[in-house]
């Protein structure tokens, strides 16, 4: 398992325990760090924002059961700087109600103080068919 692996490993089983002070310590703690996130907001832009987003996730109905890499995940570092995504399955629980959904997942990490934080993150379900023309990529005969 890769370092940045690990490190969104580290991430998400925060969200799963609700485990703020570790949600916190994932990220960039500067007000230019940016999310993407799969919702009605669409974009959070500052870290306090985006742990505004996360105070109120945490203390809301919706659970994270589990997110496991169906594509990937792929990673590369450069220096200080590094980029992990590939496509994941993301399991949650409102009430009695178990929901399934298929993600991209890419983040953009930076290390600080020894340790990888997210710079940048993007979740987002695709659309099916967005354009409505298909898939344009062409099947070799």
Not at 12 to 25: G, K, Q, T, V, Y
Not at 37 to 45: M, N, Q
Not at 80 to 102: A, N, P, R
Request: glycine share 10%; with cysteine.
């Amino acid at each position: 398992m890769g370092i940045l692996q690990q490190r969104i490993r580290k991430f998400w089983n925060a969200i799963s325990e609700r485990d703020m002070d570790e949600i916190r310590n994932g990220y960039c703690p500067d007000e230019d760090t940016y999310v993407v996130l799969e919702g009605p907001r669409l974009a959070t832009k500052g870290f306090s924002m985006i742990m505004k987003g996360w105070g109120d996730f945490v203390t809301s109905s919706i659970s994270l059961d589990k997110i496991i890499w169906t594509e990937g995940p792929y990673e590369e570092i450069v220096g200080d700087m590094g980029w992990i995504g590939g496509v994941t399955d993301l399991y949650i629980s409102i009430g009695d109600k178990e929901i399934m959904t298929t993600f991209r997942s890419s983040f953009v990490m930076k290390k600080i103080d020894g340790d990888w934080k997210i710079r940048h993150e993007h979740v987002s379900a695709a659309h099916p068919d967005p354009y409505g023309v298909g898939d344009w990529l062409k099947k070799d005969k």
